[in-house]
């Protein structure tokens, strides 16, 4: 059975940061591709950051580029989003998806990814 399973959601202030992580179970982890999105009440989850299966490559939206860093470690089963800076605008349900590798990848398409977490919450006040 595949269980991601993210953890590390919170209540913050602006400006201040947050990590939040996700555990893999059930999958060949270093054969995935990870990325987190996030999803607000009543809106389509939006694409945050991804990154490759071995980690050599990585990818965010403009929206958190320079603030936000994805990593991804294959011994532990993990994938950690670091989130630093953070803004109101970030408040929302983070949500971590794997992307089994078979070349061809639409990094911020979430129709693209085989298993989803069940999401944590992050909230920022201003």
């Known amino acids: 059975q595949v269980q991601l399973v993210e953890s590390g959601g919170g209540l913050v202030q602006t400006g201040d940061s947050l990590r939040v992580s996700c555990v893999a179970s059930?999958?060949?982890?270093?054969?995935?591709?990870m990325a987190w999105f996030r999803q607000t009440s009543g809106k389509e989850r939006q694409f945050v950051a991804a990154i490759r299966w071995d980690g050599r490559g990585t990818y965010y939206s403009d929206s958190v580029e320079g603030r936000f860093t994805i990593s991804k470690n294959n011994a532990d089963n993990m994938v950690i989003l670091q989130m630093d800076a953070l803004q109101p605008t970030d408040t929302a349900t983070y949500y971590c998806?794997?992307?089994?590798?078979?070349?061809?990848?639409?990094?911020?398409?979430?129709?693209?990814?085989?298993?989803w977490g069940q999401g944590t919450q992050v909230a920022v006040s201003s």
């Open positions: 998806a794997a992307h089994r590798e078979k070349g061809n990848w639409n990094v911020e398409a979430d129709w693209d990814y085989d298993y």
């Open positions: 059930g999958i060949s982890f270093s054969r995935y591709a």
